[in-house]
């Protein structure tokens, strides 16, 4: 029999979320990427969209300012539909994405910025 595998789903990512959706904003993802529910995501400062986190940046998206709350394909033009965890939430550690070449230190320091934004990653919940 072939196993099954299924993606993550919300359930799998956010585990604490505050009353009346005030944890989450709207956010537009710029085009060129196709990403996945748990994204870590930073904001372009001269654009105001959002891109995965990139370490090596210095436009604004090398800080975390939350999670991607479900996924969203934005290969071919801007998508302005994606939900943020933004704030006053908790989400587990082991639906996170990553970029691939992240190292420890770095995954800790962006744990600790979204952390500042009341964003808390946690092993279990």
């Known amino acids: 029999m072939t196993p099954i ?3 993550n789903n919300l359930g799998d990512l956010l585990k604490y979320e505050a009353p009346n959706r005030y944890s989450r904003d709207v956010a537009t993802i710029a085009a060129g990427q196709n990403l996945p529910l748990g994204t870590v ?5 001269s654009d105001g969209k959002h891109y995965a986190i990139d370490p090596a940046a210095t436009d604004g998206t090398e800080s975390a300012i939350g999670v ?4 969203i394909d934005a290969t071919n033009a801007d998508r302005s539909d994606a939900i943020l965890i933004a704030r006053h939430a908790i989400v587990a550690k082991t639906a996170l994405v990553w970029p691939i070449a992240l190292t420890g230190a770095q995954r800790i320091s962006y744990e600790q910025q979204l952390a500042e934004r009341g ?7």
Not at 41 to 45: P, S, W
Not at 68 to 71: E, G, H, K, Q, R
Not at 119 to 125: D, I, M, P, T, W
Request: overall charge neutral.
């Open 5 to 7: 595998t299924e993606q």
């Open 68 to 71: 991607l709350a479900n996924a």
């Open 41 to 45: 995501l930073g904001r372009n400062a």
């Open 119 to 125: 964003v808390l990653v946690r092993e279990s919940a």
